[in-house]
């Protein structure tokens, strides 16, 4: 078993409490709004939106994969801090587990700089590709920026 660490950066010019509403808090619902081919839904499975819940990501036509279960493992929305571990589904074939902690922190412009740092737990001796990675960051800025684009589209939303 082995554990492959990554850190990733993304910046947005929407402020970071508005950003992480959309982006975090009303994702169940907005995700699947903004890029419905990516995610189908989402549903709490147990717990009440906080520490400890586990939620249901049904994913899109466009996902070689049909489902993850999340379970939060931390939620500060006064410091915009979350942290979630998927736990089950088809996309930890040869992983135990992903855990993700993220920060959404104020940039010198207004904007934000959104943090993350994935920790993967590989099942045996599997060792996780670069392009392994690389793709499920490609796939994670996607959605980010169409959250982006939704909320500078939509500037009344999540103030």
Known sequence: MGVFTHESQETS??????????????????????????????EIIEGNGG????KKITFGEA?????????????????CTY??????GDVLTDIENVSTETKFVASPDGGTIMKSTTKYQTKGDFQLKEEQVQATIEKATGLFKAV??????NPDLYK
Not at 51 to 54: M, S
Request: aromatic content about 10%; cysteine-free; glycine content about 2%.
């Open 63 to 79: 996902s070689k994969y049909k489902y993850s279960k999340h379970r939060i493992d931390a939620l500060d929305p006064e410091n």
């Open 83 to 88: 942290s979630f571990s998927v736990i089950e």
């Open 148 to 153: 982006e684009a939704y909320l500078l589209a």
């Open 51 to 54: 520490p400890g819940t586990i």
């Open 13 to 42: 010019v929407i402020p970071p409490a508005r950003l992480f509403k959309a982006f975090v808090l009303d994702s169940d619902n907005l995700i699947p709004k903004v890029l419905p081919q990516a995610i189908k839904s989402t």
